[in-house]
C-alpha cells in the first residue's frame, strides 16, 4: 500500500493543492481571495494533465533521423513497402525512439491561456463592484443587494397600492 502511494506522490501533491485551491474558493469572503483560489485549481489541472501525458523514455515529438522513412543506405528495401503498413502507407511498429504526445501540452497551453483571459475578467468585474459597493466582501455585497431588493419591493407594493386606491 505504501508503495503505491509513495510511487504516485507527484499525483497526491497535486491533488492536495487542487484540494486547498477548492478550499480556498470556497471559504474565502474576499472576492480577489477567491479568484486566486480559481486560478491555483486552473493551474493544478494544466500541472494534472501535462504530469500525465509524460512518457517515460520519451523525446520530443520530433521526428529523429533514425526514424525517418528512408534514412539509411537501403533505399531499396524501402521502396518494396517492407517499412509500410497496409493502411495508407504510414508507419507505426518500427520506430527506433519512443515520442511523447504533443496534444495534451496543446491543450494546456490553450487552458492557461484561457484561465489568464478569464482571470482578468473576473478581476475587472471586482474593481467595478469595488466601484459601486465600496467593498470586495461577498457578504457585504451580498446584504447590500438583499437591501437594495427589499426596499424596491416596498417600493413596488407601495407603488401597487397607490394604482389601486
Not at 477548492?22 to 489541472?45: D, H, M, P
Not at 539509411?72 to 493502411?87: R, V
Amino acid at each position: 500500500m505504501w508503495e503505491f502511494i509513495l510511487d504516485r506522490a507527484g499525483y497526491w501533491a497535486i491533488i492536495g493543492l487542487m484540494m486547498i485551491s477548492l478550499f480556498i474558493a470556497f471559504s474565502a469572503e474576499n472576492l480577489i481571495k477567491r479568484l486566486v483560489g480559481l486560478s491555483l485549481f486552473q493551474t493544478t489541472i494544466c500541472l494534472f494533465y501535462v504530469t500525465l501525458s509524460k512518457v517515460s523514455g520519451g523525446t520530443a515529438p520530433v521526428l529523429l533521423k533514425e526514424d525517418m522513412p528512408y534514412h539509411s543506405a537501403d533505399h531499396a528495401a524501402a521502396e518494396t513497402g517492407a517499412q509500410l503498413t497496409a493502411a495508407g502507407g504510414e508507419r507505426f511498429a518500427d520506430l527506433v525512439h519512443t515520442y511523447s504526445n504533443p496534444l495534451p501540452h496543446v491543450l494546456m497551453l490553450t487552458a492557461i491561456v484561457v484561465g489568464v483571459a478569464t482571470l482578468s475578467v473576473g478581476l475587472a468585474l471586482i474593481v467595478r463592484i469595488r466601484e459601486a459597493y465600496g467593498t470586495i466582501e461577498a457578504d457585504d455585497v451580498r446584504a447590500m443587494d438583499i437591501e437594495t431588493a427589499i426596499a424596491q419591493e416596498a417600493e413596488a407594493g407601495k407603488d401597487l397600492k397607490e394604482a389601486t386606491a
